[in-house]
T-cell receptor, first 112, second 116 residues
């Protein structure tokens, strides 16, 4: 099955700085990637997605970069705010396209 | 609130007891998922329904676990003869389309199980 992993379990940034959260995947056939945010005591929440025909996609203060050559994607958060404090997961659909496999997560802590 | 709701939010039980969790998805969503999440880990897939049909089950779903979605609306997840290793957060999610089309699952806030 798909295997996704995160490079760092915890990331601490200063409020106002940019954050970069990384994710590696193993299946070169994966063509769709999703980022989720999970705040304490809540379920995961969709942030942004990207398909393999793109190498960059931007949302509101977030950007996802995809490097298919090294099977790596990253989530960049601009001007990090205290409300961004959460655990971030990357996820990929399985081969049948009917469920998501999540990575282990990176906890983002924002220092005031 | 028209999001995914789960009940109970917390359950403490003794080893060997049976527990049941309920999930009410977003009403127009025909796809429903159960995931399990332990501390410090990402959600792990358990099972998936399209309408009332259970289309996929993880190897994590031992014979002590059973899930149903009898009328294609709410779902229940029952764990029989609970073990301490079953302690986890059980997350339910729903979606309108296949995740290959849109990866946006709508998660509930979860049911936290503690087995003593």
């Amino acid at each position: 099955g798909e295997n996704v992993g995160l490079h760092l379990p915890t990331l601490s940034v200063q409020e106002g700085d940019n954050s970069i959260i990384n994710c590696a995947y193993s299946n070169s056939a994966s063509d769709y990637f999703i980022w989720y945010k999970q705040e304490s005591g809540k379920g995961p929440q969709f942030i942004i997605d990207i398909r393999s025909n793109m190498d960059k996609r931007q949302g509101q203060r977030v950007t996802v970069l995809l490097n298919k050559t090294v099977k790596h994607l990253s989530l960049q958060i601009a001007a990090t705010q205290p409300g961004d404090s959460a655990v971030y997961f990357c996820a990929v659909p399985n081969n049948a396209g009917n469920m998501l496999t999540f990575g282990g997560g990176t906890r983002l802590m924002v220092k005031p | 609130d028209t999001g995914v709701s789960q009940d109970p939010r917390h359950k403490i039980t003794k080893r060997g007891q049976n527990v049941t969790f309920r999930c009410d998805p977003i009403s127009e969503h025909n796809r429903l998922y159960w995931y399990r999440q332990t501390l410090g880990q990402g959600p792990e897939f358990l099972t998936y329904f399209q309408n009332e049909a259970q289309l996929e089950k993880s190897r994590l779903l031992s014979d002590r676990f059973s899930a149903e979605r009898p009328k294609g609306s709410f779902s229940t997840l029952e764990i029989q003869r609970t073990e301490q290793g079953d302690s986890a957060m059980y997350l339910c999610a729903s979606s309108l389309a296949r995740v290959a089309n849109t990866g946006e699952l709508f998660f509930g806030e979860g049911s936290r199980l503690t087995v003593l």
